[in-house]
């Protein structure tokens, strides 16, 4: 179909799941609105200075930074010789997204065994590997690493959430929503630096930018999220 029909369709699903959300889901349950201004405002203030949750938003930025800008570029590569990928199977590509129904439950498993802080650590350094496996001059390789990073970014971000869960106390919402900020921002500026990268060096070159991102995201992990026997104490 033409993109205009596509993005037609794609509208009517995003209408289709603002009804499910609508009808479906349940009501929220122990949620007290903070209609004072000046209340939300120090609740603001303080879930910026809170270390737990620079460190979670440090870390959402660059997962997301990592997923986006391999996601967009790695289209730019397939595209190019010697793959010649056509749009379709471009966005047959996609289809490792798919991996998320099953990892992100079992993830929810391996959390509370493993410790958020020592999930976080090997899910990125898992995600790392898989953008550097994209590397490999087969399709095969290239779509077993986006695979691999794929799962890493989904087991990252919900034991990110699981952290944030445990480590703030009060303002949950709105410490969800500063969190969502900064991951999202994370991927604006994966798929603008990671246009500057692949302009400059190609996949090699938008390869190692990712990698450095994902790098910085595992030390921060590693430096700030700390244990909850360190945090204790």
Do not use: E, K
Request: aromatic content about 12%; hydrophobic content about 55%; overall charge positive.
């Amino acid at each position: 179909m033409s993109w205009r029909a596509a993005f037609g369709v794609m509208a009517l699903l995003n209408v289709a799941g603002g009804v499910l959300v609508w009808r479906v889901l349940p009501a929220s349950r122990h949620f007290v609105a903070d209609r004072r201004v000046a209340s939300t405002l120090a609740t603001l203030m303080a879930l910026l200075r809170h270390p737990a949750l620079q460190a979670a938003g440090a870390l959402g930025f660059t997962a997301l930074f990592a997923q986006v800008g391999m996601f967009t570029f790695v289209n730019f590569h397939l595209a190019a010789a010697p793959y010649h990928f056509s749009p379709a199977a471009l966005a047959n590509v996609f289809g490792v997204y798919l991996i998320g129904v099953v990892v992100t439950p079992l993830a929810g498993r391996w959390i509370p065994r493993l410790g958020a802080r020592r999930t976080i650590l090997l899910s990125v350094g898992l995600a790392g590997l898989g953008v550097l496996v994209t590397l490999l001059p087969s399709v095969a390789g290239i779509v077993t690493g986006l695979a691999l990073a794929s799962c890493g970014t989904f087991i990252t971000q919900s034991a990110t959430l699981s952290y944030i869960a445990y480590r703030i106390d009060h303002g949950r919402s709105l410490a969800s929503g500063l969190y969502y900020t900064a991951y999202y921002a994370g991927g604006f500026c994966g798929a603008w630096v990671g246009g500057v990268a692949y302009a400059h060096g190609g996949w090699a070159g938008t390869v190692a930018l990712l990698v450095a991102t994902q790098a910085l995201g595992w030390w921060v992990a590693w430096r700030f999220m700390a244990a909850p026997a360190a945090a204790r104490a």
